[in-house]
């Protein structure tokens, strides 16, 4: 059974609350706990996953690039003190990789309380499956293996998926004939990518419906506007004409925040499906509230993925 921060703080009241909260930095996390970080070896997901280090779990990485990923493993254990950080392979744009990934987690690892679906890319061109890139890494690879290992999240309930979006979604659209196609192109990167974070809130709504009474909640987040390497697709003129944006942009530990919230705070339970911004629900655009929407997106991802019987 997974423990939680032990506070009387209300849910919901804010990064500010809780940055301030003295209980939050309580490692009262029992080492048998497992948290699996897709996409944990730079930025928000590295902050994220040293914080979590540090209340005492075990944590997988689940990372493409090996060096990158070895190195963040090693500077992630001195970091936390914890040496039950360990690094697994996994490319989000292969589908082959997700399987395999899946495959081999499930026979090595017996738990899993938290996965965080971390890893994202503002990139145009295909996949190796033949899939717009960011459509596939962003949404489709997470969705493939949530779908994997869900039966273990609810063996080990009570546990709790966080998907991380972006108030990008504002500018996204699910049309079944493009969305998955890949394009070339700035504006085709923006569209690309916006979808990608509409299809995550649409994935997190419909997921928490079907996972409705059985202990496994999950839960939308918006980082914030954070200093990552995301956008180093950009083409130079990008940062020249929007350069200025820099200084309101905040630090992944900053960026991470709302994640480590949301995958230990207690008392949300009752909040699944929701989308948080600053350590506290927040209502998201229309499209992202679309029930009807988020059940055809749900089906057609099945379809692309060949999980339909």
Same mark, same amino acid.
């Given at each position: 059974m997974l423990h939680l921060r032990n506070t009387t703080k209300t849910a919901g009241t804010g990064m500010k609350a809780w940055l301030l909260d003295p209980h939050r930095w309580r490692g009262d996390l029992h080492e048998s706990f497992l948290w699996l970080f897709l996409g944990g070896n730079a930025g928000i997901g590295k902050a994220t996953a040293v914080d979590l280090a540090r209340r005492g779990a075990r944590v997988i990485l689940g990372c493409r690039n090996k060096a990158r990923g070895e190195? /963040?493993?090693?500077?992630?254990?001195?970091?936390?003190g914890n040496s039950e950080v360990i690094l697994m392979i996994l490319d989000l744009g292969s589908l082959n990789s997700v399987r395999a990934f899946a495959q081999t987690f499930l026979a090595s690892e017996p738990r899993l309380d938290i996965l965080i679906n971390n890893a994202g890319v503002f990139t145009t061109g295909q996949s190796a499956d033949g899939f717009? %890139? /960011?459509? %596939?890494?962003? +949404?489709?690879?997470?969705f493939l293996l949530t779908h994997l290992l869900l039966d273990r999240l609810k063996r080990c309930a009570p546990s709790r998926i966080i998907i991380l979006s972006s108030s990008m +979604?504002?500018?996204?659209k699910i049309d079944f004939r493009t969305i998955h196609k890949p394009g070339e192109g700035i504006?085709?990167?923006l569209t690309s990518y916006s979808s990608s974070k509409l299809a995550n809130m649409l994935h997190s709504r419909e997921l928490a419906n079907r996972l409705e009474g059985t202990n496994v909640t999950c839960y939308a987040v918006h980082p914030g506007s954070v200093r990552t390497g995301l956008g180093r697709s950009f083409p130079r003129w990008v940062f020249q004409v929007f350069g200025f944006m820099k200084r309101f942009r905040r630090d992944c530990n900053a960026g991470? %925040?709302?994640?480590?919230?949301?995958?230990?705070?207690?008392?949300?339970?009752?909040?699944?499906?929701?989308?948080?911004?600053?350590?506290?629900?927040?209502?998201?655009?229309? %499209?992202?509230?679309?029930? +009807?929407?988020a059940k055809k997106l749900w089906e057609f991802s099945e379809r692309l993925l060949g999980l339909t019987t």
């Open positions: 190195s /963040a493993m090693y500077d992630i254990r001195r970091e936390s717009d %890139q /960011a459509f %596939q890494v962003n +949404h489709l690879g997470h +979604h504002f500018f996204g504006w085709e990167m991470a %925040q709302t994640s480590i919230y949301c995958a230990t705070e207690e008392g949300i339970e009752r909040l699944s499906g929701q989308y948080f911004v600053d350590c506290r629900p927040k209502v998201p655009w229309a %499209q992202a509230r679309d029930d +009807h929407m």
